[in-house]
């Protein structure tokens, strides 16, 4: 058990709708990665938080959108929903802002039909 | 050409022997990642490495950083290590938090 814990563990949705994914961070880590792992493009970056501020940026669609609240949680907002969202998002954690040991969720895996 | 590029793509071993996975990227780094997935999805973390060697177990991670190569080697290889293993790097410069992955490496030990 890494400590990081993601829900849903599952979730079944229709193109065009919008979906909520949450992740909390272990205990005392204030950073907060997000990726997407699709058959076709693997497994991506797509943002990182690091106490309540974005803190990089990679292949994040302008339909999709994240926070961190100030209790540490993370939550990645996905709009507009097309079939190719389909994938499993993983939240991972880290104590520092920079270079650090990732601690990862046992990921959300989003299907859209 | 990918900026993490892993060999091989599939491999398959049987119980006890000896593994070596290679990772070799084209960017300036500031760390290189080690990470195993296993059916159902779960990723965890192997090894963290800035340079030279660390060991864990069975698992040994080494890396190079002038030829900008890294490898994971398992000993005495079991059916239980059967995974995806994917290397990932933290490119040098401001955005530390980026991974960049490489494509993974099926491993598939029988008993």
């Known amino acids: 058990d890494s400590g990081v814990t993601q829900t849903p563990k599952h979730l079944i949705t229709a193109t065009g709708q919008r979906v909520t994914l949450r992740c909390s961070p272990r205990s005392g880590d204030l950073s907060v990665y997000w990726y997407q792992q699709s058959l076709d493009q693997g497994l991506q970056f797509l943002i990182q938080y690091y106490n309540g501020e974005e803190r990089a940026k990679g292949n994040i669609l302008e339909r999709f959108s994240a926070q961190q609240f100030p209790d540490l949680h993370s939550e990645l907002n996905l709009s507009s929903l097309e079939l190719g969202d389909s994938a499993l998002y993983f939240c991972a954690s880290s104590p520092r802002a920079g270079v650090g040991e990732l601690f990862f969720g046992e990921g959300s895996r989003l299907t859209v039909l | 050409k990918n900026e993490v590029e892993q060999s091989p793509q599939n491999l398959t071993a049987q119980e006890g022997e000896f593994i070596t996975i290679n990772c070799s990227y084209s960017v300036g780094i500031s760390a290189l990642h080690w990470l195993q997935q296993h059916p159902g999805g779960g990723i965890v973390s192997l090894f963290m490495?800035?340079?030279g060697k660390k060991k864990h177990g069975r698992l040994i991670a080494t890396i190079n950083i002038q030829e900008k190569h890294s490898s994971l080697h398992i000993t005495a290889s079991h059916p239980r290590d059967s995974a995806v293993y994917i290397c990932?790097?933290?490119?040098?410069?401001?955005?530390?938090?980026?991974?960049?992955f490489g494509q993974g490496t099926i491993l598939t030990v029988h008993p």
């Open positions: 490495l800035s340079s």
């Open positions: 990932a790097v933290n490119a040098g410069g401001t955005s530390y938090g980026k991974l960049t």
